[in-house]
């Protein structure tokens, strides 16, 4: 997305008239751009908590399905 930005922003300076029209929305672009890029970094915060909020959860209900494998059982372990 910041890419995006940048690449956008370099367009609309190649195409504008206006010097004036044109350092304004560069303005706009970098403070928008340095917004999304926090508000994406915090909504990734937030999932990677839900997901370990809910993986802990699921650990504690199905506990059973986290345990380690027997040795020796199902051909795991050969022994000669």
Known sequence: MLIFYILFLLLSNAVTLRRD???L????VIIVSLYSSL?????RKLIT???FY????LK???WFF???PP?????????E
């Open 54 to 57: 809910l993986y802990d959860k």
């Open 66 to 68: 986290f345990l380690p």
């Open 60 to 62: 504690k209900i199905f």
């Open 21 to 23: 029209k044109s350092i």
């Open 25 to 28: 929305f560069s303005r706009v």
């Open 71 to 79: 040795l020796g059982e199902g051909g795991r372990q050969i022994t």
């Open 39 to 43: 508000i994406v970094a915090f909504i």
């Open 49 to 51: 908590n839900y997901f």
